[in-house]
């Protein structure tokens, strides 16, 4: 049982990252026109949760806010967050043999309950046995039933469990009381012990991920990420949520009174206040116009970047970026039953393939003001695996080869043309770059039926629901995926996005499945030399193109300056999120 802790007095924050002092005080304000995916931060996997997820919640390492990006081996390398240290075997935190993991927790960490009540390792627990639940669930799960013994099994039995039952938060919150994880326990309240299938010199880097968040016993009593759960929201880190609208239109966030920074390393509580707000379709020139006004503080889900007309003090430095991301691509949905089940055929895919003119879209993408490159193939350049000169659909100049597609097409026995449902973003970048596609797709005889959704629906319900795709909701759409860390990231691509998995809020959206993937995803996984390990990772780049679930479109900058209003400062990044850590933001003057 956790015990109940009385709140000590509100305690200063440290000095920034940058060294200056900081100013106390103001409320932050965001603008911009998307969403989050989840709030639940057990199927939180988009980068502009991760934005407002660094301020209401903590995981077992974290990565700092950084302003320079000149030293991937920091930057990239996780820190204790509520974890005291990083084990090794010189502390007991690891064994002899690598597959016993002990991560022993802070004391005096507080969720904001009534009364303030200290985090603990079976809280911890917790927040994990619910990432395979039915409802909303993990979309890299495959990170963990990879890696801990017997978290493969136990999804397996939560997803029998569930298939025909009735979903209650008390079903839910029965199973993952009545079941455990045989690689995961909690020794005492402030002691967790991992049992790995095989050794995993990444691991840290999975238990940096938001996935390895805390969940309090509260969260039983809801269905996860519905809007009850959102709306009861608990907090162990420097802000908490204080409204949450229909639809995410807007959400406040405000000093968490139990937080103390003696507790907490990687994070700040500058500003008393943190508002967002959802405006459809706003021009990057427009949000500069208002952050140059002092109207707005930051762009809200998207960048907002000015290196052509740079304002002292105002463009964020380093003009550097860590890595790219796979950023856009076309995603065909393998389940749907639209056309004959046409999205199944390989000719057509093909077809798709070859039609469509990548440089178009990176000259769209230029807006952005950020490095991009047509890819060919799934791997983008950055991460382990990727080969520069790979491209098995190459086309002249990367403008497509329409004919060829028409060809492939007509072979398909869709000669008199087609049409497939596109899933589309309500935003204006997305809009132009799928009217791009459109364009080449119509050239070769395909034409796109439009289905539009907002940020948040897009990918909190759309693509990651396998029972839209089965109902053939979708047949085609554009999303992006950047890495979940950069360095040692073999698998931050391939695994999430191309091993087996139908489980709600997968990231798999197009339920691509080959046994001989995920064995190679296995091997990849075993092979304890760098150098082989990156060849299979290769290789799974290569069997997945030959099945081509996906087109690759371009390699796109994960990360770039980005612009801010004249009130802030202490404008720091967090690599694995793209965007500013809001928590070590101050305004300048405080309100």
Not at 11 to 30: H, Q, V
Not at 246 to 271: A, C, F, H, S
Not at 468 to 492: C, H, K, L, S, Y
Request: glycine share 8%; aromatic share 8%.
């Amino acid at each position: 049982m956790a015990r109940t802790v009385q709140p000590l007095a509100p305690t200063k924050s440290a000095p920034s990252p940058g060294g200056d002092d900081p100013r106390y005080g103001g409320t932050l304000r965001l603008v911009g026109p998307g969403g989050v995916d989840h709030i639940d931060t057990a199927s939180a996997y988009y980068a502009t949760s991760a934005q407002i997820l660094r301020a209401l919640s903590r995981q077992l390492f974290a990565y700092p806010a950084t302003d320079d990006l000149s030293a991937p081996e920091l930057s990239f390398t996780p820190s204790p967050d509520l974890a005291v240290e990083i084990p090794t075997l010189d502390n007991g935190g690891l064994s002899a043999d690598r597959r016993t993991v002990t991560v022993r927790l802070r004391e005096g960490v507080l969720w904001d309950s009534t009364p303030p009540r200290e985090v603990t390792a079976h809280d911890v627990v917790r927040g994990l046995k619910r990432l395979p639940n039915p409802v909303a669930g993990a979309g890299a799960l495959p990170y963990f039933t990879s890696t801990i013994v017997g978290f493969r099994e136990y999804c397996e039995q939560y997803r029998a469990a569930f298939a025909d039952a009735e979903i209650t938060p008390a079903a839910l919150a029965d199973f993952q009381n009545g079941h455990d994880i045989a690689g995961l326990r909690a020794v005492d309240e402030h002691t967790l012990a991992f049992e790995l299938l095989r050794p995993a010199n990444d691991f840290l880097n999975i238990l940096a991920t938001g996935f390895t968040t805390p969940a309090p016993a509260e969260y039983d009593a809801y269905l996860p990420d519905s809007m009850e759960f959102r709306r009861n929201t608990r907090s162990c880190a420097p802000y908490r949520l204080t409204r949450y609208a229909e639809q995410g239109l807007e959400i406040r966030m405000e000093r968490n009174p139990v937080w103390r920074k003696e507790t907490d390393p990687i994070r700040n509580q500058y500003v008393e206040d943190i508002h967002i707000t959802v405006a459809s379709d706003v021009p990057v020139t427009e949000m500069e116009r208002r952050m140059d006004a002092g109207e707005v503080d930051l762009a809200w889900s998207y960048t907002a970047v000015s290196w052509d007309r740079p304002k002292p003090g105002q463009d964020a430095a380093p003009r550097t970026y860590p890595g790219f991301a796979l950023n856009p691509y076309l995603v065909f949905n393998l389940r749907s039953p639209n056309q004959g089940r046409a999205t199944s055929d390989l000719r057509v895919r093909q077809a798709i393939a070859y039609a469509v003119d990548k440089v178009a879209i990176g000259e769209i993408l230029d807006a952005l003001d950020a490095p991009n490159e047509p890819l060919g193939s799934v791997i983008p350049r950055g991460s382990v695996g990727h080969r520069d000169d790979f491209d098995p659909y190459a086309t002249p100049g990367h403008r497509g080869d329409r004919e060829r597609a028409r060809r492939l097409l007509a072979e398909a026995g869709h000669g008199d043309g087609l049409t497939l449902i596109a899933a589309v973003r309500e935003i204006g970048i997305h809009r132009k770059v799928m009217d791009s596609i459109a364009a080449n797709l119509a050239e070769i005889g395909v034409a796109l039926e439009w289905r539009t959704f907002s940020q948040a629906e897009y990918y909190g319900s759309a693509l990651s629901d396998p029972e839209a795709g089965r109902r053939g909701d979708w047949d085609i759409a554009e999303p992006g995926f950047t890495p979940d860390w950069f360095g040692n990231n073999g698998r931050v691509i391939v695994q999430p996005l191309f091993e087996t998995n139908d489980m709600p809020g997968t990231t798999n959206y197009g339920g691509y499945t080959n046994a001989e993937v995920d064995a190679l995803i296995e091997r990849a996984l075993e092979e304890p030399d760098e150098r082989r390990a990156e060849k299979l990772w290769h290789e799974i780049d290569v069997r997945v193109m030959q099945d081509l679930p996906v087109v690759p479109i371009l390699s796109f900058a994960a990360m770039t300056s980005r612009y801010y209003g004249k009130r802030v400062r202490n404008a720091v990044h967090v690599p694995q999120i793209e965007f500013f850590d809001i928590t070590n933001i101050w305004l300048e003057p405080a309100n």
